[in-house]
């Protein structure tokens, strides 16, 4: 019990820490007294369930990430050049997976290359929105990028910077292909959910891949065997 409430102090702190939060900020955050919080970190109090969700739904955890333990091996990823996933949609559009993943991972990491005029949402619609943050970095091109109604023009070099629960959408400009980096901070479920796709789509190519791969190597038999029996018919006929 004692480690228990160790373990869910310490994280607590720490994550108030990491996010750069006063006791304050995250009683207010939480709605859970200062003086509370500050006692479940201290040890001086055996903080009820009810305030323990409220805690780290203030900090934007799941409350049973407070007594999880840490996987070894889990809490490092190193993905190699050669490994990536590189996903062409509609052939006007690449999407490339730039960050391996750590266990409760919440920051995501994507290379997107884009048509001229192509990208994500479309005009009329009411955008696209999720909790987080966004961070855009145009490598080449331009992009127009569109935040809460407000349109904005981000060339190579340039970067923005949002909050995506406003609505938002953004294409490559109409006058030629654009590249950009995107990093985004997103829920769990949403995330795993952009990855599960991601994945569905790479496995869609890879057995596109293998049944051209067999329909060659069936086209190469046939036309091998029938050069046999026009081979074969030949040398009967001389005879």
């Known amino acids: 019990m004692d480690d228990d409430l160790k373990r869910i102090a310490n994280r607590i702190r720490g994550w108030r820490d990491e996010a750069g939060l006063t006791l304050q900020k995250l009683g207010e955050r939480s709605g859970v007294s200062a003086s509370t919080i500050h006692k479940i970190e201290n040890l001086q109090t055996v903080p009820t369930i009810a305030v323990l969700i409220k805690v780290a739904n203030g900090l934007n955890r799941r409350p049973s990430e407070l007594l999880e333990e840490v996987e070894a091996g889990n809490e490092v990823s190193i993905l190699r050049r050669k490994d990536r996933t590189r996903l062409s949609v509609n052939a006007h559009a690449e999407i490339e997976h730039l960050v391996g ?18 990208g994500t949402g479309m005009p009329g619609d009411d955008g696209w929105r999720f909790r987080g943050e966004l961070v855009i970095l145009v490598e080449e091109g331009c992009l127009e990028i569109e935040v809460g109604g407000e349109s904005h023009r981000i060339e190579a070099g340039d970067s923005i910077h949002f909050d995506p629960r406003v609505p938002h959408r953004w294409s490559a400009s109409a006058d030629g292909p654009a ?10 479920e949403l995330q795993a959910d952009v990855n599960a796709r991601a994945a569905a789509l790479a496995r869609l190519r890879a057995d596109e891949v293998q049944e051209a791969a067999v329909s060659a190597e069936v086209s190469a038999d046939v036309s091998s065997e029938s050069e046999a029996v026009k081979v074969a018919s030949e040398a009967i006929e001389a005879t």
Request: proline share 4%; charged share 20%.
């Open 179 to 188: 590249s950009l980096i995107a990093l985004a901070m997103m829920p769990e």
């Open 101 to 118: 993943m750590i266990s409760h991972n919440r920051l995501d990491v994507w290379r997107i290359r884009l048509g001229a005029g192509r």
